[in-house]
């Protein structure tokens, strides 16, 4: 079973007057009623301030293209609602082009202010963030990933890089943020790389698995 793990702002809580962690926790809700659309066996964990999400049936060797494009935008869309419910409460949030924190891999899903905390983080968590800030400025963007399948990557597994689509054309923050030219050059060197948007996707999905 896959894990992906999500380091969120606040402790999420049901209670409404708890503001910031009720509107966390309202993201997270969706997010399992949506996976579960996909796999009835989906959970998600709550440790303390971070959201442990077990996939059965996505990401696994064995898994379709579908099933691993709806997981991965359900997902970070997600990440995009939950900065949102953050910055709303926190306003001063530095921009996150005029923050010194850097690109750096990591295997968990930062949250805006957990991002800053740390001060590096990967494609994931920076598009994210990126995509928040224009959602908050009532303007249109989108986090876009695009894979190689393994046997077309010399790593012989998926291999994703998010993007950010927003009102000024396509942003990689990851290379805003410091990351190497040749660090996804296989991207551009294979004429198989595909990208896959969240519109496009997800209602696609949904009408034959209804």
Known sequence: MHQI????PCVPSPDPSSGEGFAVRACLVKLLGDLRKLSSGTRIRIDGDSAVISLPTAFHS???LDENAVALNLILDCLCRVNVCHRRVHPETVPLYSHPLRYDRTSIWDASNRLRNRNHGDCKSLSCDRVA????AGQDAEAVFRFLPPDQNPRGQFQY????NGPYGWEDPSKAKGMLEHE???FSQSPGAELLTLPRRLPQFFARAA
Do not use: K, P
């Open 5 to 8: 793990e999500i380091a969120l």
């Open 62 to 64: 064995s898994s379709s």
């Open 133 to 136: 800030e224009y959602w908050l």
């Open 161 to 164: 890089h998010i993007l950010v």
């Open 184 to 186: 996804n050059s296989y």
